[in-house]
């Protein structure tokens, strides 16, 4: 079969070191062995480069990431990640069971729709003085309904032994837990998982400490 010529380009991500949204592309993409460049917007440089004119052409929500792929833009993560799960070798990232794969999407759905937007940028800036024990309520809250959750579905990883959208989510909501102080104690099966796969070579490379846009003090 032969490739289009749009198949014959890298994928760009244009993306934030420190945006969960785009660390979960950036993991799925280390997990595919996919090769992409990355382009990146900064969210608070300039007023935030995600709202320039130029940007929104990309992507009309002025959020990270934008993903261009295979001559179309996607700009939602768990759209990029099915994409890429749907059109490139490597390993699933949704189960072949189909139990299982809607777990996988359920606890995914959990994290990116209900806890990463009420406690991402543009609604802390909002918020004010009160945004860490705004970030912390909400994180606390969605990580209680995820917890018991996660007691029944896991194995070595998020559902099952195998890695899984879920996990590509879970990491980085993790990460803006610690940031926000939010007690991971509370969380046994959420924190065991999380430092697992943070032994895993694709969470390694993708880490926001080790980006081409990481500031000179926060990497590792």
């Known amino acids: 079969m032969r490739l289009s010529p749009a198949r014959l380009t890298k994928p760009v991500l244009h993306g934030y070191f ?58 939602q993560s768990l759209a990029v990640i099915q994409y890429i799960d749907e059109t490139r070798p490597g390993p699933r990232l949704l189960p072949a069971d189909p139990q299982k794969r809607a777990q996988a999407r359920m606890i995914s759905d959990l994290i990116a729709s209900g806890i990463q937007p009420l406690q991402n940028l543009y609604v802390i800036q909002k918020i004010g003085a009160e945004k860490v024990q705004w970030a912390q309520h909400f994180i606390d809250r969605g990580f209680q309904a995820l917890e018991p959750i996660l007691k029944q579905t896991a194995g070595e990883f998020c559902v ?9 989510c879970l990491v980085p909501q993790v990460y803006n837990a610690e940031r926000f102080k939010v007690d991971m104690e509370k969380f046994p ?20 400490s080790c980006q081409p846009d990481t500031p000179p003090d926060l990497r590792a």
């Open 18 to 75: 420190r945006s969960s949204c785009s660390w979960r592309v950036r993991i799925a993409f280390a997990l595919k062995g996919i090769e992409y460049d990355q382009v990146p917007v900064h969210l608070i440089k300039d007023g935030g480069q995600q709202l320039t004119t130029q940007y929104k052409s990309l992507n009309p929500m002025q959020q990270v990431p934008a993903v261009e792929i295979d001559g179309i833009t996607l700009s």
């Open 189 to 208: 099966t959420i924190k065991r998982l999380n430092e697992a796969l943070l032994e895993i070579d694709a969470f390694k490379v993708s880490h926001p």
């Open 160 to 168: 099952g032994d195998e890695i899984s959208m879920a996990d590509v």
